[in-house]
């Protein structure tokens, strides 16, 4: 029996560390609590982590420098390729969400560099207003990224601040230019999506209907912004529950207004549909619904052929995000008007790199128009190393993909099978796309099989429901698994993610509990280690999370 240990100290990334690893080691479920509230000394000391949380490694150094040579060395910066960052910023910390953190917008100072044929747009500030800016960084995807602010840092000396007048009218953006991994990357995604098709003839798309970003949250911050102006004045439509920052990002940041769906089961797509039939009878109308096929970390597969008819019907652009499902396991293009993927995640799976990428489909009765749109609107800002590093990854994306297949269901049916098969286990329902009610809407966009991919499976993303934060937590606390904020990796991550995400917005806590998402619970994210090493481990913690039940239990006996 092998019981598996994290690897490295606390802060660190698992091994090998570079200063580009995404993945840390923050343990302690009541120490991420605390992080939930407010306490950010626990980071401090944290060295590798998701780089689009906050600055990080030479992000970092940049940052400070900056701040430095504009005469401001006593504030922080945040650093953008593109100026429309400026105006989010700018609403960002003010917005109500904010409450007591919020600041007005005036408390920020915005300059703009050049270095290295770049130009930055940069948001300086007080440290003490730091966690009015936190998410500003990371929601809507576009920070400098670790490598890129690497290579601003060796042309340092050659920056110069550019004068301007108005903050509301910035000088002309520079971006960045694509390098021998940009044009690959577009050809590859395509072939992957062809590969083991359902129905080939429905996947037309060429590589100049793929567009690029620096991180998942880009694209979807990219996509947002575009379909606003092709469908002005629009709702923009969020259904099931998808990844906490598209939420957040929607919520706050959604020109024509904001409506969530969180069910989307028959019985939501009806109230979805009637709600539709309802907004179309007062001329009102939507913009864009995304849904993730499978959800996070929901995993619930929605009925896509449903959701398409009624795009359809009601003019709207359908966006699916199968980041969950990946290129390997799932065809939904035909599904879509707009395929949306973080290449973060499986894609890359060796967590030193983000990016992220949309396919147009061009049997979408909207692809004309978007592709016109898109082709005006998409600015480079995937830096010309991270696409090379993003397409070197990817050589062995299906045997990695067919092991996190074969380990997140093995984890899954585990735990699934302790419900009945160990006495007291605390374990209340586990979700993973092939035990769930919604398991036929997966298998219907299951790929056929091929040589590379044999058996296309249900992914490597579980999670897993207690009885009780309690047992949750000594359950979270004694795993060996890395805690972190990531998925799809070389190694099992897990994360306390409802806990930490939406825990603290106790209106929003309640009201997502209706749908499954629920404190008491674990996200888990298969690796690549030996399967039986992840039982042992996985029966080592349910271990400690009986005897706290087995504890509560006497406790009240006792009463």
Not at 433 to 438: A, E, Q
Not at 515 to 527: H, K, N, P, Q, Y
Request: proline share 6%; net charge negative.
């Amino acid at each position: 029996m092998v019981i598996l240990k994290t690897q490295s100290e606390y802060g660190h990334a698992p091994p090998p560390q570079t200063p580009y690893s995404i993945i840390t080691n923050v343990p302690g479920w009541d120490l991420l609590k605390s992080v939930r509230e407010g306490n950010t000394a626990p980071f401090a000391k944290v060295v590798h982590i998701y780089p689009r949380l906050w600055p990080t490694q030479h992000a970092r150094t940049l940052s400070q420098e900056i701040a430095k040579r504009v005469g401001l060395a006593d504030r922080a910066c945040l650093m953008y390729l593109d100026p429309v960052m400026w105006k989010y910023t700018a609403s960002h910390v003010a917005h109500k969400k904010r409450r007591e953190n919020a600041i007005s917008a005036n408390k920020l100072t915005f300059k703009v560099v050049q270095v290295a044929g770049h130009r930055l747009y940069c948001v300086l500030y007080e440290t003490q207003y730091a966690r009015a800016l936190l998410r500003s960084w990371g929601t809507p995807g576009l920070p400098v990224s670790v490598r890129e602010a690497e290579y601003f840092l060796e042309n340092i000396d050659g920056l110069v601040e550019v004068p301007f007048h108005d903050a509301d009218a910035p000088p002309a953006p520079t971006w960045t230019p694509e390098g021998p991994g940009h044009e690959p990357l577009r050809q590859l995604i395509p072939d992957l999506l062809r590969h083991g098709a359902i129905d080939p003839q429905k996947v037309k798309c060429q590589s100049k209907d793929v567009f690029l970003y620096p991180s998942g949250m880009g694209a979807v911050f990219e996509a947002k912004n575009i379909l606003q102006s092709y469908l002005p004045g629009k709702t923009n439509v969020e259904l099931g529950i998808v990844f906490h920052n598209t939420h957040e990002l929607l919520h706050e940041d959604s020109a024509g207004g904001w409506k969530h769906f969180g069910q989307v089961g028959a019985k939501g797509i009806d109230i979805f549909e009637d709600w539709l039939e309802k907004e179309a009878s007062e001329g009102r109308g939507v913009a864009f619904a995304i849904v993730e096929f499978p959800g996070n970390p929901s995993l619930e597969s929605p009925d896509l052929p449903r959701l398409k008819n009624i795009s359809e019907k009601h003019s709207f652009v359908l966006i699916v995000d199968d980041t969950i499902g990946a290129f390997s396991n799932v065809d939904v293009f035909s599904q879509s008007d707009l395929l949306l993927t973080s290449l973060t995640k499986s894609f890359n799976g060796r967590s030193d790199v983000l990016g992220g990428s949309i396919v147009l489909n061009p049997l979408s009765s909207h692809y004309n128009e978007l592709s016109k749109c898109f082709a005006e609107g998409h600015h480079n800002q995937l830096f010309t190393k991270d696409a090379c590093v993003l397409l070197a990854n990817s050589h062995d994306f299906f045997e990695r993909a067919a092991r996190l297949n074969a380990n997140g269901r093995a984890m899954a049916e585990f735990l699934h099978n302790s419900m009945t098969e160990q006495p007291d286990s605390p374990v209340t329902f586990v979700q993973y796309p092939s035990l769930l009610s919604s398991k036929a809407n997966f298998d219907a966009f299951k790929r056929k099989p091929t040589q590379e991919m044999p058996n296309p499976g249900y992914g490597y993303l579980l999670n897993v429901n207690f009885e009780s934060v309690e047992t949750a937590r000594a359950f979270y606390d004694r795993l060996g698994f890395y805690p972190s904020p990531h998925i799809g990796g070389h190694v099992t991550i897990m994360f306390a993610y409802n806990m930490y995400m939406f825990g603290r917005d106790k209106e929003e806590a309640k009201a997502l509990r209706a749908f499954d998402v629920l404190e008491e619970s674990v996200r888990i994210s298969a690796g690549l280690e030996d399967a039986q090493d992840l039982l042992d481990s996985l029966q080592d913690a349910l271990n400690a999370a009986i005897e706290v039940k087995r504890g509560k239990k006497t406790s009240q006996d006792d009463e």
